[in-house]
């Protein structure tokens, strides 16, 4: 008879979903609420595959991993939370977990998952396990699923002394990432080093990377230990690796094939005992096709490919990473910290941010610094944000009218005379507001809008919430706040 599968969360529609769906399966699936009714369970039998919350008032999912993996070694463990942060990647996959599964998850993936593992358990022998303490790294945040799939690769490669090739644009925060991938490695202990190859001068560079012996060329005066032999026993980190010359390209290939190398000058080969992480916001292989970069090097560097998402396509992360910056620019000038208003932070969510992070990080440190009071309004934002805000409003605004001609076909056509001067109407309300000294004009207009947006996209679908922001192009959660917020009804 088969073994079933076990689930452990406090919560129970969640546990009542993954019944179902088991059911649905026929796979048989026993539930628990706390991982100590799990260990004592244990002592008696064992799962096919077990399936746990991190976060319960009476236990900790990474806890009961490590308990099982040292009686079980070969049962796979699939952890899941709602918390989704590096940390709990990391330690769920240098626990041995199988898979980190984040919620809210579809159902049918997970089912699949669960299938997967305990296919993989009939076979699978007892991974390496290397338990500990691991330090947080607050500075990589993300709820977004792009950034979760970063997690999930570090948490994968925190047992590998792989060479990792990150690409993203500038600001994503590559040399963070290569930060968590050392300080999460059998390396960790060993020295970090980290070089930008496009910021120093081609005629220094071999020098930096490989070091001179005394005399080699003028100038120099005394033997210096290049950045490899500083790296030794830990990771070299090269950013703007594009940017290198050919000629240099040549020579870090033979050090990567090899594993030696001569300082500038030097006739004695040395060893090189490190682990290398490159990074570039260009596209290499168009690079290569253009003559400006090995393609033998590629290869050596794309062994493992982490790509960092643009903060553009995580923009549900932009509220935490502002309200982070904030906290940490006021602690490093040794003032109080300032809080950003809902509609500074509403408007700041809509920009595009072609910086990434780091643009949204000086914003931040800006506002920090210029803003006159402790709550930081639209008005505090700099001008050219105040523009660029105003100019999003109006597209915003434009293209909600689309949308709502297109939701209401027939019923606008019939009044579309009536309606050709719409945005004339709402100058002319705006003005009479203003005239009339009325406070927060913008959000009374701005909410009135999303009303008759809204009410005009439930009377088409008639009232179906789903099908409304699938035709508004919204998310399912965001019409739920945004009825509960205008207190409309469906």
Same mark, same amino acid.
């Given at each position: 008879?088969?073994?079933?599968?076990?689930?452990?969360?406090?919560?129970? &529609?969640?546990?009542?979903?993954?019944?179902?769906?088991?059911?649905?399966?026929?796979?048989?699936?026993?539930?628990?609420?706390?991982?100590? $009714?799990?260990?004592?369970?244990?002592?008696?039998?064992?799962?096919?595959?077990?399936?746990?919350?991190?976060?319960?008032?009476?236990?900790? @999912?990474?806890?009961?991993?490590?308990?099982?993996?040292?009686?079980?070694?070969?049962?796979?463990?699939?952890?899941?939370?709602?918390?989704? !942060?590096? %940390? &709990?990647?990391?330690?769920?996959?240098?626990?041995?977990?199988?898979?980190?599964?984040?919620?809210? #998850?579809?159902? $049918?993936?997970?089912?699949?998952?669960?299938?997967?593992?305990?296919?993989?358990?009939?076979?699978?022998?007892?991974?390496?396990?290397?338990?500990?303490?691991?330090?947080?790294?607050?500075?990589?945040?993300?709820?977004?699923? +792009?950034?979760?799939?970063?997690?999930?690769?570090? @948490?994968?490669?925190?047992?590998?002394?792989?060479?990792?090739?990150?690409?993203?644009?500038?600001?994503?925060?590559?040399?963070?990432? +290569?930060?968590?991938?050392?300080?999460?490695?059998?390396?960790?202990?060993?020295?970090?080093?980290?070089?930008?190859?496009? +910021?120093?001068?081609? !005629?220094?560079?071999?020098?930096?990377?490989?070091?001179?012996?005394?005399?080699?060329?003028?100038?120099?005066?005394?033997?210096?230990?290049?950045?490899?032999?500083?790296? !030794?026993?830990?990771?070299?980190?090269?950013?703007?690796?594009?940017?290198?010359?050919?000629?240099?390209?040549?020579?870090?290939?033979?050090?990567?094939? !090899?594993?030696?190398?001569?300082?500038?000058?030097? =006739?004695?080969?040395?060893?090189?005992?490190?682990?290398?992480?490159? +990074?570039? =916001?260009?596209?290499?292989?168009?690079?290569?096709?253009?003559?400006?970069?090995?393609?033998?090097?590629?290869?050596? /560097?794309?062994?493992?490919?982490?790509?960092?998402?643009?903060?553009?396509?995580?923009?549900?992360?932009?509220?935490?990473?502002?309200? =982070?910056?904030?906290?940490?620019?006021?602690?490093?000038?040794?003032?109080?910290?300032?809080?950003?208003?809902?509609?500074?932070?509403?408007?700041?969510?809509?920009?595009? #941010?072609?910086?990434?992070?780091?643009?949204?990080?000086?914003?931040?440190?800006?506002?920090?610094?210029?803003?006159?009071?402790?709550?930081?309004?639209?008005?505090?934002?700099?001008? %050219?944000?105040?523009?660029?805000?105003?100019?999003?409003?109006?597209? =915003?605004?434009?293209?909600?009218?689309?949308?709502?001609?297109?939701?209401?076909?027939?019923?606008?056509?019939?009044?579309?005379?009536?309606?050709? $001067?719409?945005?004339?109407?709402?100058?002319?309300?705006?003005?009479?507001? /203003?005239?009339?000294?009325?406070?927060?004009?913008?959000?009374?207009?701005?909410?009135?809008?999303?009303?008759?947006?809204?009410?005009?996209?439930?009377?088409?679908?008639?009232?179906?919430?789903?099908?409304?922001?699938?035709?508004?192009?919204?998310?399912?959660?965001?019409?739920?706040?945004?009825?509960?917020?205008?207190?409309?009804?469906?």
């Amino acid at each position: 008879m088969m073994k079933p599968v076990w689930i452990v969360d406090d919560d129970q &529609s969640i546990r009542w979903v993954l019944e179902k769906a088991l059911t649905r399966e026929k796979i048989a699936h026993r539930s628990f609420t706390n991982p100590n $009714d799990v260990l004592n369970a244990l002592e008696k039998e064992s799962p096919q595959v077990l399936i746990s919350d991190i976060r319960m008032p009476r236990g900790n @999912g990474i806890d009961l991993l490590q308990h099982v993996k040292a009686s079980h070694p070969n049962l796979p463990v699939i952890i899941m939370t709602a918390y989704s !942060d590096l %940390d &709990s990647a990391v330690s769920s996959f240098q626990g041995g977990a199988f898979e980190y599964l984040t919620k809210p #998850f579809d159902v $049918d993936k997970a089912v699949e998952l669960i299938q997967r593992a305990a296919s993989e358990n009939k076979a699978s022998g007892s991974p390496k396990e290397t338990l500990g303490l691991l330090q947080a790294s607050p500075e990589i945040i993300g709820q977004a699923p +792009a950034m979760q799939e970063v997690f999930r690769a570090i @948490g994968r490669l925190s047992q590998s002394l792989v060479t990792v090739l990150i690409t993203g644009e500038s600001g994503t925060g590559k040399e963070l990432v +290569a930060q968590a991938l050392h300080r999460h490695s059998p390396r960790a202990k060993g020295p970090f080093i980290a070089l930008n190859t496009a +910021a120093i001068p081609k !005629d220094l560079l071999e020098s930096e990377l490989f070091g001179h012996e005394r005399g080699s060329f003028t100038g120099a005066q005394t033997l210096r230990r290049g950045r490899f032999e500083q790296a !030794d026993g830990g990771t070299l980190f090269l950013d703007e690796i594009g940017d290198m010359p050919f000629d240099l390209q040549t020579r870090l290939l033979r050090v990567l094939s !090899d594993g030696h190398f001569y300082r500038v000058g030097g =006739h004695e080969p040395i060893r090189s005992n490190v682990r290398v992480i490159a +990074a570039t =916001h260009q596209n290499l292989e168009a690079r290569v096709a253009s003559g400006l970069f090995r393609e033998d090097l590629l290869h050596r /560097l794309n062994v493992i490919r982490l790509r960092l998402p643009a903060l553009r396509e995580r923009a549900e992360d932009i509220p935490t990473l502002a309200r =982070h910056f904030m906290l940490s620019s006021a602690k490093s000038l040794g003032v109080e910290a300032k809080r950003l208003s809902d509609e500074a932070l509403k408007v700041i969510s809509k920009m595009p #941010f072609p910086g990434n992070v780091r643009q949204l990080e000086n914003l931040c440190h800006w506002m920090t610094v210029m803003s006159p009071s402790t709550e930081v309004g639209i008005h505090d934002l700099p001008e %050219d944000l105040n523009r660029m805000a105003g100019s999003l409003e109006t597209a =915003h605004l434009e293209d909600s009218a689309v949308h709502s001609s297109e939701l209401n076909g027939a019923l606008i056509s019939s009044t579309r005379n009536a309606n050709l $001067d719409w945005e004339g109407t709402l100058n002319r309300e705006a003005v009479k507001l /203003l005239q009339d000294n009325r406070e927060h004009v913008f959000d009374e207009l701005l909410e009135r809008f999303e009303k008759s947006v809204l009410r005009a996209a439930l009377q088409v679908t008639r009232g179906r919430k789903v099908e409304a922001a699938t035709r508004l192009g919204i998310g399912r959660n965001t019409i739920t706040r945004k009825l509960q917020e205008l207190q409309i009804e469906d």
